[in-house]
């Protein structure tokens, strides 16, 4: 007979563990974020494509499953439920609401339930803040930063942008919401920055930029005219789908990883169906960290980060483990019932 193994145990992780373990922590999160697109780069990760579950009578909503395992030492396998209704946003709530389920990789056992709309934010704003940082080492630092789109991200973005060292001469904002674009201006405001301007168009504010953010929800393009980055800005295409496919075809393309950003529609997904090819695309951030893909600094340079499940486990094995190592772990007792095979 097999030896019995230990009971194993699962643990719920509140927003506010999440929020307490990951505040003022952005440098560790964002060398985390590297440290797992090297794994992924590696193939030590397994990534499979995201589904997708959409509703006939609620089109503009969705709930996405984001299903991965990394290897190294994160060592965890798992999935992301998060869903995106953006009608909350007139209801005075976040749009998007996540859960995290992390497994054991030898028992396949699940051991926490996390809060994951914090990590699913920090993960972005990591990934965000280190694009920034290594496609912006052989051209001029960015010093005015527009960011479109005035939610939840954009402020987690900024947080991250700031804690890594980066300082800006002047701040646009433009949002479709006059009053959010206000209130993302005085939340701004309070956090020190001296020079914020509230842009009425897309247009101005990124012609006033050299490090753009796209941070909406937009579920099609449009950002239609290259001839607004004549510039030749960073920008950070967080949110996918808000360029078309003649500004995209015009710069120089990065992105997290090739297969999962090409599908779904998104900016370069639109590139790839007009041309029929790939050609546009230079490469992937870990090639850039790693010096495989080498960047024309006189040219407009887009990151479209899919978002991989890998950074979300790999963030939320860092919440869990420090949790445990501080003795703020509380699993649940009685959580797997019955154990034995053939019962007492």
């Known amino acids: 007979m097999p030896e019995q193994q230990s009971s194993p145990t699962f643990s719920v992780i509140s927003g506010a563990q999440v929020h307490e373990v990951l505040g003022h922590r952005e440098k560790e999160i964002v060398e985390l974020t590297e440290a797992t697109y090297l794994l992924h780069h590696q193939r030590a990760t397994v990534n499979p494509p995201s589904y997708f579950l959409r509703f006939p009578d609620r089109p503009a909503s969705r709930i996405i499953a984001l299903p991965a395992s990394v290897g190294g030492d994160i060592a965890v396998d798992g999935v992301k439920w ?183 529609n998104t900016s370069v997904h639109l590139a790839e169906q007009a041309t029929g090819n790939r050609d546009f695309l230079n490469g992937t951030l870990a090639e850039v960290i790693t010096g495989e893909v080498a960047l024309d600094p006189a040219r407009t340079l887009i990151f479209s980060p899919f978002g991989l499940g890998v950074l979300d486990l790999a963030v939320g094995r860092h919440v869990h483990d420090a949790l445990r190592d501080s003795g703020e772990l509380a699993p649940v007792d009685g959580f797997f019932h019955d154990l034995r095979r053939h019962g007492e």
Not at 105 to 132: D, H, M, N, W
Not at 238 to 252: F, K, T, W, Y
């Open 82 to 264: 998060i869903s995106s209704f953006p009608d909350n946003i007139a209801d005075g709530i976040p749009r998007a609401s996540a859960v995290l389920i992390l497994n054991d990789q030898k028992t396949g056992y699940p051991f926490a339930c996390l809060e994951s709309s914090i990590i699913s934010a920090v993960r972005t704003a990591a990934s965000a803040a280190l694009a920034a940082q290594r496609l912006s080492e052989h051209r001029a630092r960015p010093r005015r930063l527009g960011i479109i789109g005035t939610g939840l991200i954009a402020r987690y973005i900024h947080t991250y942008l700031a804690a890594t060292g980066w300082e800006f001469d002047e701040i646009g904002v433009h949002d479709l919401s006059a009053e959010h674009a206000e209130g993302f201006r005085g939340y701004l405001n309070r956090t020190g920055t001296t020079e914020v301007k509230v842009h009425e168009d897309a247009e101005s504010l990124i012609r006033a930029s050299d490090l753009v953010v796209f941070a909406t929800v937009a579920a099609t393009p449009h950002v239609t005219e290259p001839g607004w980055f004549s510039h030749a800005p960073l920008v950070l295409n967080v949110s996918l789908r808000d360029l078309s496919p003649e500004v995209i075809l015009a710069a120089e393309n990065i992105v997290d990883d090739v297969d999962h950003c090409l599908r779904a």
